[in-house]
């Protein structure tokens, strides 16, 4: 299947500071970027969709301010959590689509934010 | 909005058992995924299912949708260690819904012990 790739794997940052997440597809261009978070022992939550070149679809109860999305090439997306906060901490997922390459989402293996 | 119940929460089973996880959905599911998942790691793509009675293969692994496509089952036969892991059913929001936009059950976490 097709390869989606999150960077960092892992990220600790101080309560107040911004932390930028990358999402890249290595060997597809991606139409189409998700977002997800996820508690523990929870499920995923859909956060935002992002098209390239296009403003960020946010799911309801989501804030725009705070989740920035930038969805700048075909091949990256990048989701910055602006002066995270403790209740910040999760595990936050990417995914990627296109028609072309198949009918399902390709997920990223994730990055662990925790904010001290 | 549409919710997805899995079940069971968590599934501890002996090698070389079978098990069965179920996803159901109040709504009609347009598009159900499975997925496999390590803890703190991404989702691994098992199968999709889009059509009411379809039923799909992958090694010891088989995924069913019922006929009035609300509900679906995964089925492991002679489990093994290596099936250990949480696995999440998925799902299209809505018939037009742009493609890779789910929603999640909580996921079934599964221990295969030796």
């Known amino acids: 299947g097709a390869v989606v790739s999150q960077h960092p794997s892992w990220v600790i940052c101080k309560s107040g500071t911004s932390v930028k997440i990358e999402c890249r597809s290595l060997d597809f261009q991606a139409t189409t970027m998700f977002w997800y978070r996820q508690f523990p022992k929870q499920s995923l939550m859909l956060m935002a969709t992002?098209?390239?070149?296009?403003?960020?679809?946010?799911e309801q109860g989501v804030e725009k301010d705070k989740f920035l999305i930038n969805h700048a090439s075909l091949t990256l997306s990048t989701l910055t959590v602006t002066s995270a906060h403790p209740e910040d901490s999760s595990f936050y997922i990417c995914s990627a689509s296109n028609r072309r390459v198949g009918r399902e989402a390709f997920f990223g293996q994730g990055t662990r934010l925790t904010v001290v | 909005s549409q919710e997805l119940e899995q079940s069971p929460q968590s599934l501890i089973v002996q090698e070389g058992k079978n098990l069965t996880i179920n996803c159901t959905s109040s709504?009609?599911?347009?598009?159900l995924y499975w997925y496999k998942q390590k803890y703190g790691e991404g989702l691994i793509f098992l199968m999709m299912l889009q059509k009411g009675g379809e039923e799909k293969s992958h090694e010891k692994i088989t995924a069913k949708l019922d006929e009035k496509k609300q509900q679906s089952s995964l089925h492991i036969t002679a489990s093994q260690p290596s099936h250990a892991g949480i696995y999440l059913c998925?799902?299209?929001?809505?018939?037009?819904?742009?493609?890779?936009?789910?929603?999640f059950g909580r996921g079934t976490q599964l221990t295969v012990w030796p």
């Open positions: 709504k009609t599911l347009y598009g």
């Open positions: 992002s098209n390239e070149g296009s403003k960020a679809t946010y």
């Open positions: 998925g799902a299209a929001r809505d018939r037009g819904s742009t493609l890779g936009r789910l929603y």
